[in-house]
């Protein structure tokens, strides 16, 4: 990738999963919409980590959290590819399966 645009938010996982029209969601939006409609983006990810002291739930509620935000994150942006990432404890990121 030739740019990257970066979304910052305290524990955005938890947020886009448990409210999606919150006023935080909505802020998430409006930046990622800058990065997507103006800038061109061509794909969007969204990272979770094993140490979140925003969301601090075992891995597997922390995956339910991030396919749930991808469902977000798609019903904004249909025709952009989102991938969901973790980072373990490791410090070694992978790619979130779909399922």
Same mark, same amino acid.
């Given at each position: 990738?030739?740019?990257?645009?970066?979304?910052?938010?305290? *524990?955005?996982?938890? +947020?886009?999963?448990?409210?999606?029209? %919150?006023?935080? %969601?909505?802020?998430?939006?409006?930046?990622?919409?800058? @990065?997507? *409609? +103006?800038? =061109?983006?061509? =794909?969007?990810?969204?990272?979770?980590?094993?140490?979140?002291?925003?969301?601090?739930?075992?891995?597997? =509620?922390?995956?339910? =959290?991030?396919?749930? @935000?991808? %469902? +977000?994150?798609? @019903?904004?942006?249909? %025709?952009?590819?989102?991938?969901?990432?973790? +980072?373990?404890?490791?410090?070694?990121?992978?790619?979130?399966?779909?399922?």
């Amino acid at each position: 990738m030739e740019h990257v645009d970066v979304v910052t938010e305290a *524990r955005p996982v938890a +947020v886009l999963a448990s409210n999606p029209e %919150s006023n935080r %969601s909505k802020s998430i939006y409006q930046r990622i919409d800058v @990065s997507a *409609r +103006v800038h =061109g983006s061509k =794909g969007i990810r969204i990272v979770a980590h094993h140490d979140c002291a925003g969301n601090p739930k075992r891995k597997s =509620g922390q995956m339910e =959290g991030i396919r749930e @935000s991808v %469902s +977000v994150l798609r @019903s904004w942006y249909p %025709s952009l590819p989102v991938f969901a990432l973790w +980072v373990d404890e490791n410090w070694t990121m992978a790619e979130v399966d779909d399922e």
